[in-house]
């Protein structure tokens, strides 16, 4: 039996009409918030699985070609050949663009995810019609899927039948999904704005409310991410990121010269030293940036846990497993510098982790009935459907 | 709602569109080209020393260096000012859970809204000028969000009035 403790919050909330009333339309199958919510979830899953496949089939192949390619300019230098010089260096752009649309897929996928999950917590407060609100969730999902989507396709389309000259159609594509979406977010921002100046009382949701034991330790689990990631972020820019940028600058400068000099020993010795400095970034950058995300994504999750229709025991195993693998990736990912492959390993199983948690929990939210009468703030086994 | 809690979804409600639409500004007037600097310059200058031309070879070491600063920070400037406005949205979201009185919970929200603005301004203002008060920005910056952040996370673990606690 659950203790309910009194406070003046949890006591409006049972004087206002029951907490499902005003969400009952959103959160109906296809109701907005919950449109969000599915959808949200679903590209954060999407994203994190093509990171993974990219990560172990594409990355390190495609960042090995890119040496390669760098080496074989640096020699062509070292040669005289300019000819060879220019042809390695537009194999190393193609390969850097290969790259760079698949991290840009990966992260807009995700980063829309967080949107939309953002957008799903403050449906009560966009005071617009609920068809409207609908509409532009639909619209915002197509904005968020077309624009990684023709970012992804933009190495294999190219520049063919472009109207323009430094810009393709996979590239035009991207930006009309990217418009897409600031016109949804757009639209509700202004939805919001007249919620605030028609000075409407409190709407009647009890997410922000929910104190369940899995919310809370989401809750208090991302701030501590997000913390975490921060220090991380500090501590690089304060001791090494611009020491990387001198260093970036001077190996490059160490290659050119060293080959107009005809000295081979310092061109390889340059070139060891930058593959070496481009690991250093990137794995510094991916753990700042995957802790913070991480710690974010576990917070809007706290929020949504009265509608994961599982059961407690489900619920709290899935947030536990979600902090365990938010944790273990970012920490994991630095150590690739010195223990290689099985700190990477690791890596990936805490990615692994946290989309299975991610799955749990979207199979649970689209579980849940919406049926009117089930309560939000209610114990969560008695939120569980029979 | 309360005062903290409306100036950070608000202020993080406006800070997402502002960062999305300096995004995909950037994205369609500038980042093609910083991209064909970045890339051209340094061919170039691999390609210079080939010829044995160091003069050219520096110069365009050196158009590589600056166009790749000025990138790094406009991606930098972009991604932290959405990251953080979705910080602030969420926070505002679960501000209750801060067990602290209302007026400092103001002043923690003013002190992450600050430095959610300020940092990637600091780190934009480097593009322009390479001095240290662009840097001491960001770094004030920063120093604002991550205070403000310690004091919100104390106040969630603290034990006080915590508001609609169902246990």
Redesign the interface.
């Known amino acids: 039996m659950p203790t309910k403790i009194y406070s003046p919050q949890l006591q409006a909330l049972t004087d206002d009409p029951p907490t499902g009333q005003s969400e009952r339309g959103e959160f109906a199958p296809f109701g907005a918030r919950r449109l969000f919510l599915l959808g949200g979830i679903g590209l954060i899953l999407t994203g994190m699985i093509f990171g993974d496949i990219f990560a172990v089939f594409t990355l390190h192949q495609n960042a090995a070609r890119v040496g390669a390619n760098l080496a074989a300019a640096a020699n062509a230098a070292l040669a005289g050949n300019r000819q060879a010089v220019l042809a390695n260096f537009q194999n190393v752009g193609a390969f850097l663009e290969n790259r760079g649309t698949k991290v840009d897929t990966h992260v807009h996928m995700i980063d829309f995810g967080y949107l939309a999950l953002l957008l799903a917590i403050l449906q009560p407060w966009v005071a617009l019609p609920d068809g409207l609100k609908k509409k532009l969730a639909w619209i915002f999902l197509a904005g968020a899927w077309l624009l990684p989507v023709s970012v992804y396709l933009i190495h294999y389309v190219g520049l063919a039948h472009s109207p323009m000259k430094t810009i393709g159609w996979a590239s035009i594509a991207a930006d009309f999904g990217g418009l897409l979406v600031l016109l949804a977010t757009f639209a509700c921002l202004i939805g919001l704005w007249m919620h605030f100046r028609g000075k409407r009382g409190q709407p009647a949701d009890g997410l922000p409310s929910d104190r369940s034991a899995e919310g809370r330790l989401l809750f208090a689990g991302g701030l501590a991410l997000i913390l975490l990631g921060f220090f991380h972020g500090a501590y690089y820019a304060a001791a090494d990121l611009y020491k990387h940028e001198a260093q970036d600058y001077s190996l490059l400068a160490q290659m050119s010269a060293g080959a107009a000099a005809g000295a081979r020993p310092v061109v390889n010795n340059a070139l060891t030293g930058y593959g070496q400095l481009q690991g250093a970034k990137a794995v510094n950058i991916a753990a700042h940036a995957h802790s913070i995300e991480f710690g974010l994504l576990a917070i809007m999750l706290a929020f949504f846990q009265p509608y994961v229709s599982l059961s407690a025991r489900w619920k709290r195993s899935s947030a536990a497993v979600l902090l365990a693998g938010s944790l273990l990736l970012p920490v994991c990912v630095p150590l690739e510098i010195r223990y290689g492959l099985v700190a990477g390993g690791i890596a990936d199983f805490g990615g692994l982790l946290i989309i299975l948690a991610l799955l749990v929990m979207w199979i649970g939210i689209l579980r849940y009935p919406g049926t009117p009468g089930v309560s939000v703030t209610s114990s969560p086994e008695s939120r569980v459907p029979q | 709602?309360s005062g903290s809690r409306?100036l950070l979804?608000?202020g993080g409600?406006?800070l997402?569109?502002w960062g999305?639409?300096y995004?995909?500004w950037y994205?369609?007037f500038a980042e093609?080209?910083a991209l064909?600097t970045i890339?051209s310059s340094?061919?170039g200058?691999?390609?210079?020393?080939?010829?044995?031309?160091?003069v050219v070879?520096?110069t365009s070491?050196e158009q590589?260096?600056e166009a790749?600063?000025v990138y790094?920070r406009q991606v930098d400037v972009h991604g932290h000012w959405?990251?953080l406005a979705?910080?602030l949205?969420?926070?505002g979201?679960?501000f209750?859970?801060v067990n602290f009185p209302e007026r400092l919970k103001l002043f923690l929200a003013m002190g992450l809204l600050v430095g959610a603005v300020v940092f990637p301004l600091g780190v934009l203002l480097q593009t322009f000028s390479h001095g240290p008060l662009p840097r001491a920005i960001a770094i004030a910056g920063?120093g604002f969000?991550?205070g403000s952040?310690?004091g919100?996370?104390i106040g969630?673990?603290a034990r006080g009035?915590?508001?609609?606690?169902?246990?």
């Open positions: 709602m409306r979804i608000i409600i406006a997402a569109v999305m639409s995004g995909l994205a369609v093609h080209q064909d890339g340094l061919a200058s691999f390609a210079a020393a080939a010829d044995r031309n160091p070879m520096e070491l590589y260096r790749k600063y790094d959405i990251g979705m910080l949205i969420v926070l979201i679960g209750d859970r920063s969000v991550i952040l310690l919100a996370t969630v673990v009035s915590s508001p609609a606690r169902v246990d």
